[in-house]
């Protein structure tokens, strides 16, 4: 037996009230939290799609010939790119998707709104900046840092009277959905939808402050969950399937059409690359070599070659200071050095000490 197709209120309402429990819930990265917001989103999915099956908004109409009870159903795309918003995504590149998904749904609420002028004058203002340019778009246009603070005051301001007056309706009895009064229940629909239309151009401008933030992050050579020797393996059967391969690093023997050829042309032009080498022993001695140079001789043998270069100066401390002892069978030796005090003696009388002086003198 199939099952009967459900109506908008109760799919609409089962989406609610998945949405207000998840509003209560603080573990977002919990399993259970990702499987209700999916389960809201599929709710709200499919209450648009009862909307465009039935019909139920035309733009051949305005909002007097919208029934209080329809008027929660404008609602639906601005849930639905709230619910989009929360989707954590495991790369750049998919929030980057999700976001263009949530923007297409604020897109789809501002302009339903729009066909039954529902939108206010500042709000219609703002609907215009942001179809001139959507990805620059901005809730205070101006570059005054005092201009700017003074829109934030204000924007602040009216989103807190907004909010404050949806407390007040929703608590009174006047304004109840089940025995309220009509007009006063069609009073608290519109009131809640200007307070999502507020909400909606934040969150259009908060989109286009992260796709920022998303244009300067790198883009992964791999996608998420991939492994190198996936990576590996999807390589090797690209290149066996018809040659080609993305790899930029493939060995030099694929990316050479002679790599079995000859080494040389007739006319002595190398036909592929190759290294010199006087044998191959040289070449397998390298092979397990360390990385670093090893030393060629040892501390003793580099201060003997070092000493023979010249390179070491001896002497110095108490063997430089002691005299050596003379010999007193070396008689030339000895008349040299006599000769060589008498002079200095000689020396020492003809030249007084400071006679050489002759800027002091009185």
């Known amino acids: 037996m199939n099952e009967e197709p459900r109506t908008l209120k109760s799919v609409f309402k089962a989406g609610e009230f998945k949405r207000i429990a998840l509003e209560n819930t603080y573990e977002a990265n919990s399993p259970t939290y990702r499987e209700d917001l999916a389960q809201a989103l599929e709710l709200y999915q499919e209450c648009i799609q009862i909307i465009n099956k039935v019909a139920l908004f035309s733009p051949n109409e305005g909002l007097e010939d919208i029934s ?76 005054d840092p005092t201009a700017r603070r003074n829109a934030k005051i204000a924007s602040f301001k009216a989103e807190k009277e907004l909010k404050r ?17 009509e007009e006063a229940i069609r009073e608290l629909y519109l009131t809640s939808v200007a307070f999502c239309t507020h909400l909606a151009f934040q969150g259009l401008e908060s989109i286009n402050r992260e796709m920022e933030i998303l ?4 883009t992964p050579l791999m996608p998420q969950g991939t492994t190198v020797q996936d990576d590996e393996r999807r390589r090797r059967e690209a290149l066996s399937n018809d040659g080609y391969s993305e790899r930029l690093d493939s060995p030099l023997n694929t990316r ?47 201060l003997e070659e070092e000493r023979r270069q010249g390179n070491i100066i001896e002497g110095g401390g108490e063997a430089s200071g002691r005299q050596p002892e003379p010999d007193e069978d070396d008689i030339d030796k000895a008349d040299a050095e006599t000769m060589k005090a008498r002079e200095w003696d000689e020396f020492k009388e003809a030249n007084p000490r400071g006679s050489g002086n002759t800027l002091n003198r009185g």
């Open 68 to 143: 209080t009870s329809d008027l929660p159903y404008l609602l639906v795309n601005f849930r639905i790119a709230e619910l989009l918003q929360k989707f954590s995504t495991q790369s750049p590149l998919e929030r980057r998707a999700s976001l263009n998904t949530t923007r297409e749904a604020y897109e789809r609420f501002l302009h339903l709104l729009d066909n039954y002028s529902m939108l206010s004058s500042s709000d219609s203002k703002l609907f215009i900046e942001y179809n001139e340019d959507p990805t620059a778009f901005s809730t205070i246009s101006t570059s």
């Open 165 to 181: 007056k949806l407390e007040y309706m929703r608590s009174s009895p006047r304004y109840l959905e089940d025995g309220g009064d």
């Open 215 to 218: 244009a300067q992050a790198p």
């Open 256 to 302: 050479l059409p002679n790599s079995n050829g000859p080494l040389l042309s007739r006319e002595g032009k190398p036909l592929r690359p190759f290294t010199l080498t006087s044998n191959r022993q040289e070449l397998q001695s390298g092979v397990f070599r360390p990385g670093h140079n090893l030393p060629t001789m040892s501390i003793d043998e580099y």
